[in-house]
T-cell receptor, first 118, second 116 residues
Framework: AQKITQTQPGMFVQEKEAVTLDCTYDTSDPSYGLFWYKQPSSGEMIFLIYQGSYDQQNATEGRYSLNFQKARKSANLVISASQLGDSAMYFCAMRELTFYNQGGKLIFGQGTELSVKP | DADVTQTPRNRITKTGKRIMLECSQTKGHDRMYWYRQDPGLGLRLIYYSFDVKDINKGEISDGYSVSRQAQAKFSLSLESAIPNQTALYFC???????????????FGPGTRLTVL
């Protein structure tokens, strides 16, 4: 079974509007971390935001926020006021505590390609 | 200067050749990782290293080997490259505290490898 599911292969958003990228996860581990990474066309992986399973508040980093709904096992990324430079592939990833002896392996979803229209 | 660097950035090689991809970091992290990315499959872990003396296989280690020459250097080798190893390869580092999930992995710029 997929551990991380991103159901939107591609999305479009108008510049200056907000957009939500979906991510659902599957784990029986009570302790885990959720991450979002951005991959522009140049290829590098850029860390955006982190949410811990025990965190009471949703994480925010500038224009990025993570809508964490633990009971639904979802960790959606919200980008406010989209900019042309936000056009990229976005990956959701999870790290389970039980995998600490595997070096903190990140499990990645398949990604969502976001295109921002001027 | 970038905290995590990878060389080469692009490489085209032929089937059967030995290839080495190199990764260096200035973040002072103990943990280093090698991932590969194939279209539509996200990233998958090849090898990881807790420190210089501790190297472990990931989920897709067959056909690969690694060397941790120093805390800051972690190399990935393809002993005899084959076409299905054509992919984008990433090195990453983290400063994981035992029992914590809050470590963040920082990635290098990637190496595009094509095996003909």
């Amino acid at each position: 079974a997929q551990k991380i599911t991103q159901t939107q292969p591609g999305m479009f958003v108008q510049e200056k509007e907000a957009v939500t990228l979906d991510c659902t996860y599957d784990t029986s581990d009570p302790s885990y971390g959720l991450f979002w990474y951005k991959q522009p066309s140049s290829g590098e992986m850029i860390f955006l935001i982190y949410q811990g399973s025990y965190d009471q508040q949703n994480a925010t980093e500038g224009r990025y926020s993570l809508n964490f709904q633990k009971a639904r096992k979802s960790a959606n990324l919200v980008i406010s006021a989209s900019q042309l430079g936000d056009s990229a592939m976005y990956f959701c990833a999870m790290r389970e505590l039980t995998f600490y002896n595997q070096g903190g392996k990140l499990i990645f979803g398949q990604g969502t390609e976001l295109s921002v229209k001027p | 200067d970038a905290d995590v660097t990878q060389t080469p950035r692009n490489r085209i090689t032929k089937t059967g050749k030995r290839i080495m991809l190199e990764c260096s970091q200035t973040k002072g992290h103990d943990r280093m990782y090698w991932y590969r990315q194939d279209p539509g499959l996200g990233l998958r872990l090849i090898y990881y290293s807790f420190d210089v003396k501790d190297i472990n296989k990931g989920e897709i280690s067959d056909g690969y080997s690694v060397s941790r020459q120093a805390q800051a250097k972690f190399s990935l080798s393809l002993e005899s490259a084959i076409p299905n190893q054509t992919a984008l390869y990433f090195c990453a580092t983290s400063d994981l505290q035992l029992g914590s999930v809050t470590d963040t992995q920082y990635f290098g710029p990637g190496t595009r490898l094509t095996v003909l």
